[in-house]
C-alpha cells in the first residue's frame, strides 16, 4: 500500500471547548490539506482493515506507519502539547477506524464511554485525537463525561463490564444496552462536539469521552460513506513541578 501524506495545516485555528471554566477538547477545523486522499485510500485499502477486540472501538481499524504518522505527531508537538502541560511526546501511534458495529452486537464495555489511558507512570500524561473523514454529520461526533460516583465503584462497574455477561451486567448496573448518547446513571454528559469533516478533536485520554452514535442505522462498512476516522494517542512527559 502507498500510504498518502498526513498535510496537516502548517497555521491552524484553535479553538478550545470548556466546561465550568476548564479545557476539555481543542477543535482545529480543515486539519487536513488532502482529505479526500486519505479516503479514497481507506476505501482502495478497506481490506487491511480489522477488529481490534481488546478496545473499547466498536469497529475495525487500521495501524498507520510511523513514518507517516510523524506528520501528525509534530502537529502536536508544535501546537497542542503545551496545552496538556507536556514538555514531550515521549511516543504515539495513529491508526485509521469505522464504526460499523451494530447496536446488539456491543460488549457491556462499549454501552458506555471509556477512557483512552485508565493510569499512567507518575510524571506522564495521555492525549488522544479524532479527525473525522466523513460528510454526514449525523453519524455522530463526541461527547465527553463526567462520572456520577466514587472512583473506586466506576472502576469496579468497568471491570464488571468486561467480566459479566450482557444480562447480568445490564441488570446488576441498570446500564442500557447500546451506543451511548446521554447521560445515565453513571455519567452525566457534560459536553459535546459535532463531526464536521476534516475537523480534528483533541483531549485528554483520562477524559471520559463516547462517539455520538444516535444513529446507529446508518453507519456503514463503507469508507466513502460510512463513519471514518483518523485517530492518535500520545503519551508525554508533563513539565516538572
Not at 482545529?28 to 472501538?57: I, K, M, T
Not at 462497574?157 to 446521554?182: C, Q, W
Amino acid at each position: 500500500m502507498e500510504w498518502p501524506q498526513l498535510q496537516l495545516a502548517s497555521r491552524p485555528r484553535i479553538e478550545t471547548l470548556a466546561v465550568d471554566g476548564q479545557p476539555v477538547c481543542h477543535v482545529v477545523d480543515g486539519a487536513l490539506g488532502n482529505p479526500e486522499a486519505w479516503r479514497a485510500f481507506s476505501a482502495a485499502s478497506r481490506q487491511a482493515f480489522s477488529d481490534a477486540p481488546h478496545n473499547a472501538f466498536p469497529g475495525p481499524e487500521l495501524r498507520l506507519p510511523e513514518p507517516v504518522s510523524a506528520a501528525l505527531a509534530q502537529f502536536f508537538d508544535e501546537h497542542l502539547r503545551r496545552s496538556f502541560d507536556a514538555r514531550r511526546t515521549e511516543r504515539m501511534y495513529a491508526r485509521l477506524s469505522m464504526v460499523n458495529r451494530k447496536p446488539e452486537a456491543l460488549q457491556p464495555w462499549q454501552w458506555q464511554p471509556h477512557v483512552d489511558q485508565l493510569q499512567t507512570a507518575p510524571g506522564q500524561c495521555v492525549a488522544a485525537s479524532v479527525l473525522y473523514l466523513f460528510e454526514d454529520e449525523s453519524l455522530g461526533g463526541t461527547s465527553f463525561y463526567r462520572p456520577k460516583r466514587a472512583a473506586e465503584d466506576t472502576l469496579a462497574m468497568i471491570e464488571e463490564s468486561a467480566n459479566l455477561s450482557a444480562e447480568d451486567f445490564s441488570r446488576k448496573h441498570g446500564v442500557t444496552p447500546g451506543y451511548m448518547t446521554e447521560s445515565n446513571a453513571w455519567y452525566d454528559k457534560v459536553a459535546s462536539v459535532p463531526a464536521r469533516w476534516n475537523r480534528l478533536i483533541v483531549y485528554s485520554g483520562t477524559v471520559f469521552h463516547s462517539g455520538e452514535i444516535a444513529h446507529p442505522e446508518k453507519l456503514s462498512d463503507d469508507p466513502l460513506t460510512g463513519r471514518l476516522t483518523l485517530n492518535g494517542f500520545f503519551t508525554c512527559r508533563r513539565n516538572a513541578r
